[in-house]
Nanobody
Framework: QVQLVESGGGLVQPGGSLRLSCAAS????????MGWFRQAPGKERTLVAR???????GYADSVKGRFTISRDSAKNTVYLQMNSLKLEDTAVYYC?????????????WGQGTQVTVSS
């Protein structure tokens, strides 16, 4: 089992910044990908950003150039730096970790952290 604990959400004005953290513990070997999804009220959960164990990154078009995902392997922690936040970034942000071979990936989720962008 993998446990994921998120932190760093909160209330911020448009144009502001926040940094989310996600610390992994437990059976963390063979985690290949970590990242973040988000879910706004009444909408489906969508991928925001991901980072592989090799350091490769990917972003949703809506956050490219504004969000940066990074990983501290020594701390088993992934970060999401969110700049130039917009009203539409308001959502619950969920950390995830994918473990195992491509043919049988296990996905683990954090509990979610609320990000609210409001003036």
């Amino acid at each position: 089992q993998v446990q994921l604990v998120e932190s760093g959400g909160g209330l911020v004005q448009p144009g502001g910044s926040l940094r989310l953290s996600c610390a992994a513990s437990g059976s963390i070997f063979s985690i290949n990908v970590m990242g973040w999804f988000r879910q706004a009220p009444g909408k489906e959960r969508t991928l925001v950003a991901r980072i592989t164990d090799g350091g490769g990154t990917g972003y949703a078009d809506s956050v490219k150039g504004r969000f940066t995902i990074s990983r501290d392997s020594a701390k088993n922690t992934v970060y999401l730096q969110m700049n130039s936040l917009k009203l539409e970034d308001t959502a619950v942000y969920y950390c995830f970790a994918d473990k195992g071979p491509a043919s049988w990936v296990q996905r683990y989720w954090g509990q979610g952290t609320q990000v609210t962008v409001s003036s």
